[in-house]
């Protein structure tokens, strides 16, 4: 059983910036599709960035030139750098993996196998 914990969610105004990390303590990230999505109060999931494990990244268009998604290999952890963060971004992100070489932001959100506990992002206006 894959166990993934995410953290560093927060409370921050439009406009700021928050750094979430995903830790997994026995899997390695080399042979697995990985990514992070969200779900907002009331609405449905939605995959926000996904790291194949060729390490070719793929972003939801909500997030595309304001998030990025990166492996810290020194910390063994998934990064999500979120940066301008709006309002809209409010949500409960979670971390999670697929194991396979690919998958997209669809599957990522809908159907990955392992995922972590999540963390709640507040962006103020």
């Known amino acids: 059983q894959v166990q993934l914990i995410d953290s560093g969610g927060g409370s921050v105004q439009a406009g700021g910036s928050l750094r979430l990390s995903c830790m997994s303590p026995k899997y390695t990230y080399s042979s697995t599709c990985m990514g992070w999505f969200r779900q907002a109060p009331g609405k449905g999931r939605e995959g926000v960035a996904v790291r194949r494990s060729d390490g070719i990244t793929s972003y939801a268009d909500s997030v595309k030139g304001r998030f990025t998604i990166s492996e810290d290999n020194a910390k063994k952890t998934l990064d999500l750098q979120m940066d301008s963060l709006k309002p809209e971004d409010t949500a409960v992100y979670y971390c999670?993996?697929?194991?396979?070489?690919?998958?997209?932001?669809?599957?990522?959100?809908?159907?990955?196998?392992?995922r972590g506990q999540g963390t709640q992002v507040t962006v103020s206006s």
């Open positions: 999670a993996a697929e194991p396979r070489f690919s998958c997209d932001l669809t599957q990522i959100a809908d159907s990955s196998r392992y």
